[in-house]
């Protein structure tokens, strides 16, 4: 398997995700800086990171479970903006947006992850 995970759709839309949540976790208060905030910026950097991981591993079998452990920090990222959004630290509009794009990805990711199941 080549290392060409920047040519996938759903790593692009994960790099895009990430951007989104370092913009809208600055506006988090300054007490989350190495609580909440930090905790979403490294969740969501894992989604994007893992898919790079599985495609270098050589194996469809690696892959998938990448793939899968992207889709669990994804999960990780939607209950934490969830908090976010009840602790009044994003606007219903960021809420918005960001679960849009949430929901974007995961389809993404789930698509995916059954691709690969069905070439193995």
Known sequence: MSNNYENLDV???SIKLASLIYVVSKK???EELYGLS???RRAVVSVSSNIAEGSARGSKKDFIRFVSMALGSLSEVESQICV???LHYLSESDFKKVSNELKEVGNLLGGFRK???STV
Do not use: K
Request: net charge positive; aromatic share 26%.
């Open 84 to 86: 976010a959004y009840e």
């Open 28 to 30: 988090f208060p300054p």
């Open 38 to 40: 930090s905790q979403i």
């Open 11 to 13: 790593w692009r839309r």
């Open 115 to 117: 691709y690969l199941h």
